[in-house]
């Protein structure tokens, strides 16, 4: 049991370390914390960035945070970036507050 949990040990020191977070994500986050009611109880649960049939860039982040009642809820954020040598150019942004609700809704009918 010891040399099983001192190889596991071993094979996590030995992987390689976390890539940095890509710019997009970061600023889409600043973005959300800055709107949260309580940034406080903030909870990243996913981060994604992909580029999308028309070219340009969405970021989607699910969280978990305390709405304006104290209550936990989980919600995602989109943030969407042109293209720039096929990276999100986080100078300029698209739209930071797209509803995810009118897809949702497209796909349960």
């Known amino acids: 049991m010891r040399r ?3 190889a596991l040990v ?8 976390q890539q ?3 710019p997009a994500i970061a600023q889409c986050r600043e973005y959300l914390l800055k709107k949260l009611k ?3 109880t903030y909870k990243q649960i996913q981060a994604d ?5 028309d070219g340009k860039w969405s970021v989607v982040i699910q969280y978990d945070a305390a ?20 990276q999100p150019d986080t100078r ?9 609700v009118a897809d949702a809704m497209k796909a349960a009918s």
């Not at 300029?92 to 995810?100: A, G, N, Q, T």
């Open 67 to 86: 709405n304006a009642y104290g209550t936990p809820i989980r919600d995602n954020q989109v943030c969407r970036y042109p293209d720039l040598n096929d």
């Open 38 to 40: 309580a940034p406080s």
């Open 49 to 53: 960035q992909v580029k999308m049939d």
């Open 10 to 17: 071993m094979l996590a020191s030995c992987a390689s370390p």
């Open 4 to 6: 099983a949990v001192l």
């Open 92 to 100: 300029k942004y698209i739209d930071f507050d797209e509803d995810l």
């Open 20 to 22: 940095a977070e890509p």
